[in-house]
């Protein structure tokens, strides 16, 4: 839900949320949904980098030195 009072910024110009049509409220709406999804996905891509690079460092450790 919404706080009318609440300003969101748009091209540098601020608007609380009450002065705002029912469109644009609807579209703060999706930024904010959109928002927290890529948050989400950040955090998990910072899960899966660092159990690739825990995986990668065993298999550097597991593979022949290389001759020089």
């Known amino acids: 839900m919404l706080n009318d009072e609440?300003?969101?910024?748009v091209d540098g110009v601020s608007y609380r949320l009450g002065?705002?049509?029912e469109a644009a409220r609807e579209q703060v709406?999706?930024?904010?949904?959109?928002?927290?999804?890529?948050?989400?996905?950040?955090?998990?891509l910072a899960v899966f980098q660092t159990a690739r690079n825990a995986?990668?460092?065993v298999l550097q450790q597991l593979v022949p030195r290389a001759r020089q």
């Not at 609440?6 to 910024?9: A, I, R, S």
């Open 6 to 9: 609440v300003e969101v910024t």
């Open 55 to 57: 995986y990668q460092s």
């Open 29 to 44: 709406t999706n930024l904010q949904f959109v928002d927290a999804q890529m948050a989400e996905l950040n955090a998990k």
């Open 19 to 21: 002065e705002l049509s």
